[in-house]
């Protein structure tokens, strides 16, 4: 197969849960597990750093890994999900794998796959853990996927565990209460492993230290003890939020000889050093175009507050949405003073977009609806002026048709 034919594989083999929701979410580890048996149990041959969390798992992971390549270390990185390459997900010291080792690795383990009825992130995760094995990285980042207690990455024991925030996102999944997410996250903590919560919350604090307690691991609230100091390239004032974390856990992380000088030049290169994309990105200026992946109601609430930061004539909103979300709640926080491009991402999850005009009018938001992203996209390009902002969000699904 090529590497074309191999990904449409892949994509088409199961259903996907970034395409579908729901229907392709397998709650339990015995696929993943069953599946490194096969390969030789990977994720034994490596350390690694894990992270979960609503908000901000994404950034603090590349900033994690940024700031241990500074230090010289050769640096697994597994994220999810992808914007433009599926290889995105799969990166060492910031490149990407190899189109031939994703095709030679399917090729070679696809009776099994189709056996076991592999999920597509279950597979994904079994091809990390055996590159990152295979390349011999002295220490990998790994990212949750979709909550932490079930997911396929919660076989490994790393050396410290950060949970960055919760929120109310996934609540189909994990519960429909800060408690009950909480609950899901503080599954990657492992007894005896340090763990770092990067942002105290009244709701979830008790949770965190009795399981920590409970497992003899030591935790640490990041915000109690601020970092201060630190700048990073990943624009937006909620990023000190994830530089709490991020510097708590690598003080941490025993073993590793990790200078401040690469912790300031990691956090200063995230972008370069890792390929990070969608992060309050910056398209152009005049006018000024920005995307950000946020996507649930604490992750658009900070980049909303960001937003009003800036200077702008008029403000122009590409804004589209997958229809497993609380959107109604989440059009509540945007201005009324935008003019907004109401676009339906290309995949099946895609929110109508005659359904959000329609919630966005009821909460007084007002614009045009776009069949596609490229031509509400395009529009605004076209109408604005200068002096004015573009704003790209919603959805990751709907940035990735930008970037």
């Not at 500074?70 to 994220?79: D, F, N």
């Not at 006018?287 to 009003?308: F, I, M, R, S, Y």
């Not at 059009?331 to 919630?359: H, N, Q, T």
Request: glycine share 8%; aromatic share 10%.
């Amino acid at each position: 197969m090529t590497y074309q034919e191999t990904l449409d594989w892949m994509f088409g083999q199961l259903p996907m849960y970034q395409q579908k929701g729901v229907a392709a979410m397998n709650a339990k580890l015995d696929n993943i597990i069953s599946f490194c048996n096969v390969l030789g149990n990977p994720e034994k041959k490596f350390k690694s750093i894990h992270i979960a969390g609503t908000n901000g798992k994404g950034s603090s992971s590349h900033m994690l890994a940024s700031i241990l390549q500074e230090a010289g270390y050769k640096v697994g990185l597994y994220t999810s999900p992808h914007l433009k390459d599926f290889r995105e997900r799969i990166k060492i010291n910031g490149k990407v794998v190899g189109e031939d080792f994703v095709v030679d690795f399917i090729e070679q383990h696809k009776p099994f796959l189709e056996y076991q009825k592999l999920s597509f992130f279950e597979m994904t995760v079994g091809m990390a853990f055996h590159y990152f094995r295979e390349e011999q990285v002295e220490i990998a980042v790994i990212e949750v996927g979709l909550g932490g207690r079930l997911d396929s990455t919660n076989i490994i024991t790393p050396e410290v565990s950060l949970i960055t925030n919760i929120g109310m996102d996934h609540t189909q999944f994990l519960g429909d209460t800060l408690e009950k997410i909480a609950l899901e996250k503080a599954g990657i903590i492992k007894p005896m492993v340090p763990v770092v919560i990067s942002e105290t919350q009244a709701e979830t604090k008790m949770i965190f230290s009795l399981i920590a307690h409970q497992l003899k691991s030591e935790i640490v609230f990041a915000d109690e003890q601020p970092a201060t100091g630190y700048t990073t390239d990943l624009l937006g004032e909620y990023q000190k939020k994830n530089i709490n974390g991020v510097v708590a856990a690598i003080s941490q992380l025993k073993g590793f000889d990790v200078p401040e000088e690469s912790i300031s030049k990691g956090l200063a290169n995230v972008v370069k050093n890792t390929g990070l994309l969608g992060r309050w990105q910056i398209l152009q200026q005049n006018p000024l175009v920005v995307c950000d992946t946020a996507h649930n109601k604490e992750g658009l609430q900070l980049v909303l507050n960001q937003v009003q930061k800036q200077t702008y004539y008029q403000l122009h909103i590409v804004l589209g949405f997958v229809s497993d979300k609380d959107v109604k709640s989440v059009l509540e926080l945007f201005p009324k003073e935008a003019y907004y491009y109401f676009v339906r991402p290309s995949i099946p999850r895609g929110l109508d977009v005659g359904v959000l005009e329609e919630m966005a009018k009821e909460q007084g938001l007002m614009g045009e609806k776009y069949m596609s992203v490229q031509q509400g996209f395009q529009k605004a390009l076209d109408s604005a002026d200068e002096g004015d902002m573009i704003y790209v969000g919603g959805s990751t699904f709907v940035v990735a048709e930008v970037v």
